[in-house]
């Protein structure tokens, strides 16, 4: 045990001082390609794609052998994805010089690149996510340092020594393309925060994403997805069970969009379970579920290493569970979501927990259950051919990815819809992120704007001379001050307390006050009914106290003047002789 302690502190230090290293070369490099052309960038970009392009399937075979993760077939294509689809993507934009004329508005747009990209890359898709962030850094004109998973370093180092030299031989810097090689959390909390870099893109997990936004650095980060597919009960349930299973086992689950609940209507239950089945399902029973949940699930509610991107049948030997040797995915039964359903944990392997509602509403409340228990802000899909509830769920889902009629790990990083082809997916603010944007080129320029002057600024004279010359204002008319006679304002007032159902002569009447003023102090135990601020000023010039009846009104101006003076008494009640002094 004492020997451990130094290797691991030299591990370490190394990996510290390599991050170091690494962000002040790149710091260079990211100078000189800041002032290379459109025309050079696009060069580099174009070799350092095509060199991914032929080695795709040997980065495939690489990822596999070293993580024990996923399908070799599934993730040449996820590579095939990065170099092609997310190269063609971005290759017509322009992100050197000046990108956008707004003639109207007299508003030149520049792109100025960030800098030093420090890109974190995860163990279930290291090579492809590789792919995509080199390409969409050179394409920005910033140099990049890969700070791979511990678990896939050597498949990461390939890709980027292939990139790194194609880059090169097009005409990148030295230092556009780095990598660390000794790996540890240190180091790559080292880079994160290093003076040199600029911006961070970091895919994992929630910690380390945590940890990118408190580097002290702008950071892209995206985090588990946990998201729930729902087939109502207008779909076509052959394709919306076929799409669900074709995302869920497609590189065996690892990708973050895969699809991780089926929440299905009731009407077409039976349909859809018997569909599943006929595809490859297998719907486990209470026991069974306990067994994978052991296994599979750890005590924090994550899921275990060991069975990530593995097929549904490895998952099913290793729990001690017997199903069909062509099972493709396992199907949890579940009431609820949370710590008591372990199942409904984001799984990353081909274990879907399955819901039956009784309608959409009831669906859309338990997709928002699942979603904020792991996928806020991530990715959901619906099946169905109902146009409005299809909006209804655009509208009410926590998700900024709602993927309609599609899977959900083709369609949220935009290999089977129109979205922005991409491997980091920003969660908005419901899940943390600063965007909610698939992440491209565009995320890692700054814009600087020239901008004419379209409306001339006046000059303080002008101003005021302008002021001047405005018409004066219409006159408007003088409100009548007709003073009110004071029989007329008696009667007035009259009015107003009959109204209330005081009536001339009665307690708080005027009668009752004026006999007030002039009468014995027994007529200080009169009741009244309505007080006014001139009644109590009345009484203070008497010398007298005003009884109030149980029911009395007392305006805001004289209740403030009476408790000030305290004036106020209750009337007697119960046989009581005299009232009580007191504060109302």
Not at 58 to 70: C, K
Not at 224 to 240: C, Q, S, W, Y
Not at 380 to 401: C, Q, T, W, Y
Not at 441 to 448: D, S
Request: glycine share 8%; aromatic share 4%.
């Amino acid at each position: 045990m004492a020997d451990s302690a130094p290797a691991h502190t030299d591990r370490d230090l190394a990996s510290i001082a390599e991050a170091r290293a690494l962000a002040r070369r790149a710091k260079q490099a990211s100078l000189a390609l800041a002032e290379l052309t459109q025309e050079q960038i696009d060069a580099i970009v174009d070799a350092t794609a095509a060199a991914a392009t032929t080695q795709a399937e040997v980065f495939a075979r690489l990822a596999v052998e070293e993580t024990g993760y996923g399908v070799v077939a599934d993730k040449i294509q996820k590579n095939l994805f990065s170099s092609e689809k997310v190269y063609a993507f971005i290759r017509p934009m322009k992100t050197v010089g000046v990108i956008t004329r707004h003639e109207d508005r007299r508003v030149i747009e520049i792109a100025e690149p960030f800098g030093v990209v420090a890109a974190v890359v995860p163990s279930t898709n290291p090579t492809s996510t590789a792919i995509y962030k080199i390409l969409i850094s050179l394409k920005a004109r910033c140099a990049v340092v890969l700070s791979p998973h511990p678990a896939a370093v050597r498949c990461i180092t390939r890709v980027a020594e292939v990139m790194d030299e194609a880059a090169r031989r097009a005409g990148a810097p030295e230092g556009a393309v780095t990598w660390m090689t000794t790996v540890t959390l240190e180091g790559t909390q080292e880079l994160m925060k290093h003076r040199d870099v600029a911006v961070i893109l970091a895919t994992g997990g929630m910690g380390l994403v945590r940890a990118a936004y408190s580097a002290g650095k702008p950071a892209y980060g995206v985090g588990p997805g946990n998201a729930p597919a729902f087939i109502e009960r207008t779909a076509d349930v052959t394709k919306a069970v076929r799409d669900v299973v074709t995302g869920k086992t497609f590189d065996n689950g690892v990708l973050c969009s895969s699809e991780n609940s089926v929440v299905v209507d009731e009407p077409i239950a039976d349909a859809v379970r018997r569909t599943f089945q006929a595809q490859g399902g297998y719907f486990m029973s209470k026991a069974e579920m306990d067994a994978v949940a052991r296994v599979l699930v750890s005590p924090q509610r994550l899921p275990n290493p060991a069975l990530v991107g593995k097929a549904a049948t490895v998952i099913a030997e290793t729990c001690g569970i017997t199903v069909p040797a062509g099972t493709r995915v396992l199907l949890a039964p579940l009431d609820g979501v949370g710590r008591d359903f372990p199942l409904s944990i984001e799984k990353l392997c081909p274990v879907l927990s399955y819901y039956v509602v009784k309608d959409w509403r009831e669906g859309c409340e338990r997709c928002k259950q699942i979603l904020r228990y792991g996928g806020m802000g991530h990715t959901m899909s619906i099946h169905s051919n109902d146009e409005a509830v299809i909006l209804e769920f655009g509208l009410k889902k926590p998700a900024f990815r709602i993927i309609v009629n599609s899977p959900t790990a083709h369609g949220s990083i935009g290999l089977t819809t129109g979205l922005d082809p991409a491997m980091t997916l920003g969660c908005g603010g419901y899940g943390g992120n600063i965007t909610s944007d698939n992440i491209s080129p565009r995320h890692l320029l700054n814009i600087k704007r020239l901008a004419y002057e379209i409306s001339p600024a006046a000059t303080r004279s002008e101003r005021e001379a302008a002021v001047a010359a405005r018409p004066a204002p219409r006159a408007q008319p003088a409100a009548a001050t007709t003073a009110i006679a004071p029989g007329a304002l008696a009667e007035r007032i009259d009015q107003f307390l009959g109204a209330r159902g005081f009536t001339p002569g009665s307690a708080g009447g005027p009668a009752a006050l004026a006999h007030a003023d002039s009468a014995t102090d027994t007529a200080a135990e009169v009741a009244l009914d309505f007080v006014c601020e001139e009644d109590v000023r009345q009484a203070l010039r008497a010398g007298r106290a005003i009884v109030l009846s149980e029911r009395a009104i007392v305006t805001p101006a004289a209740r403030e003047l009476g408790e000030q003076h305290r004036v106020f008494t209750t009337s007697p009640f119960r046989g009581s002789k005299k009232g009580s002094r007191s504060v109302v």
